[in-house]
């Protein structure tokens, strides 16, 4: 950002380039553009934009609006509800099997999933990792790797995708840190790919004789929302504020309020002081040193600046002489002039409101529910509307809950578990007549 003055003016002006998101999902003639792997130059990988830096241009713009960072927060709080459990489809409980209870206390399911879920909010799709053991008959762990990292390799003459590459990809530093190259799992049957792969039947769990299973013992999971038209990498529907010019209004205005704010002076009093009163306060006191004159004077106008300005004095009374001259008019020591100025900036706070609206509607989040909504004046819900646009919202998660427990019932499945279920119970929010604040309810 850059300030200069506007010559023979008493005006300031402020240049600050800010970039068009309009344009941010374009590829040249809607092509599929793609490049070789570093590492493994006869096989071919898929930019995640143009340029292959969309992701991260993403996660900065996310990061530059308090409105979409706090909306992202809020989508993935949302969406892990009460957390990961295990239930036991027998007693409808959390399971008591401690070899299941023991797998889980290695996966750091938390993280895993707030990582999981924070990706499927931002992009639309997350890769996950299982690991098997050696003999290759149990998943051992199951990790999660960055979306900002993986990219797709070039779908073969039959539309099948075979590897994940992950590396860091960032402003084009994939050479310098290696890539790695990772077996994806069909998209449509991974549970019976993995089966295949391992030369184990899906429904037995028995050894296929006559079969021989991959050396490999590491498998990634692509999970994608649904979106219109997505060949490789999903276009988030909420990207559409980016596209539409939302997002650039809200910057451009918060922009050019804060150049105003920071070029423009605001005064609340004026305080005049009659031309002789300070040298009556020092010859009221004996003063006639020049240093100690201009000493006095200093401390006069802090006494002033002090009394008008502090909060401690706030509702105090102000004694000050004053006398008629010879022509009938007043002339007082001191006069504070209260001026009431207009608020620098109020002249756009209902168009911030606006914007910062549209961005909570692209989302899909109410702005009473993420906190105070932004603007000058705003309506507020109920308590009870609240509690129940709360519930709502947690109810349209259940589509990316069956989408990201998929590697989880994979892995249950595969070590033999078929009578576990894992399930994210989501929150509700009481009313006082049941005397607590809330309960988990199961989806």
């Known amino acids: 950002m850059e300030y200069f003055d506007i010559p023979q003016t008493r005006f300031a002006a402020v240049m600050q380039e800010v970039e068009d998101t309009t344009t941010l999902y374009s590829t040249p003639g809607g092509t599929i553009l793609v490049r070789p792997v570093p590492g493994y130059e006869k096989e071919l990988y898929v930019p995640f934009g143009s340029d292959n830096q ?36 027998k007693t409808g409980s959390p399971t008591t099997n401690s070899e299941v209870r023991a797998w889980i206390r290695r ?28 003999d290759g008959r149990r998943v051992n762990r199951i990790i999660h790797k960055e979306a900002c990292f993986t990219r797709l390799q070039k779908a073969d003459q039959r539309g099948r995708i075979n590897h994940v590459y992950y590396a860091n990809w960032q402003d084009h530093q994939e050479s310098l840190s290696g890539v790695e190259r990772i077996p994806l799992l069909s998209l449509t049957d991974p549970y019976g790919d993995l089966c295949r792969r391992m030369a184990i039947d899906p ?46 209004e809200k910057r451009l205005i918060s922009t050019g309020k804060r150049a105003k704010l920071r070029n423009t002076t605001s005064v609340k009093y004026q305080i005049e002081i009659e031309r002789t009163y300070w040298q009556r306060i020092c010859m009221e ?14 401390k006069e106008k802090e006494k002033i600046r002090d009394f008008v300005c502090g909060v401690e004095n706030s509702g105090k009374a102000w004694i000050s002489g004053y006398y008629i001259n010879p022509d009938g008019h007043e002339v007082r020591d001191i006069r504070i002039n209260n001026i009431e100025g207009q608020k620098e900036g109020g002249d756009w706070n209902e168009d911030v409101q606006a914007a910062a609206n549209t961005i909570c509607y692209a989302d899909n989040v109410h702005p009473n529910l993420v906190g105070a909504v932004p603007g000058k004046s705003s309506s507020n819900n109920s308590g009870s509307d609240k509690r129940e646009l709360f519930t709502m919202k947690q109810a349209l998660e259940c589509a990316f809950h069956d989408i990201l427990l998929q590697p989880l019932r994979i892995a249950l499945w595969y070590n033999g578990w078929n009578n576990i279920e894992p399930t994210i119970p989501m929150i509700q929010l009481t009313t006082l007549d049941e005397h607590k604040d809330s309960k988990q309810v199961s989806l």
Not at 285 to 298: L, N
Request: with cysteine; net charge neutral; aromatic share 12%.
């Open 54 to 89: 969309l992701p991260f241009d993403l996660i900065r713009l996310v990061e530059g609006d308090e409105v979409t960072a706090q909306n992202k927060l809020f989508n993935v709080l949302t969406c892990y509800g009460a957390g990961p459990q295990f239930i036991d489809e």
């Open 203 to 248: 429904d037995t769990h028995a050894v296929l004789p006559g079969r021989q299973p991959t050396r490999d013992r590491k498998f990634a999971i692509l999970l994608r929302f649904p979106t219109a038209g997505a060949q490789y990498y999903p276009v988030p529907y909420w990207s559409a504020v980016l596209r539409g010019g939302s997002y650039d």
């Open 107 to 134: 996966q750091n399911l938390p993280t895993y999933m707030l990582d999981q879920m924070t990706d499927m909010k931002y992009f639309y799709y997350t890769c996950a990792v299982i690991i098997l053991s050696r």
């Open 285 to 298: 006191e004996g003063i006639t040193d020049p240093a100690e004159m201009q000493k006095r004077v200093k």
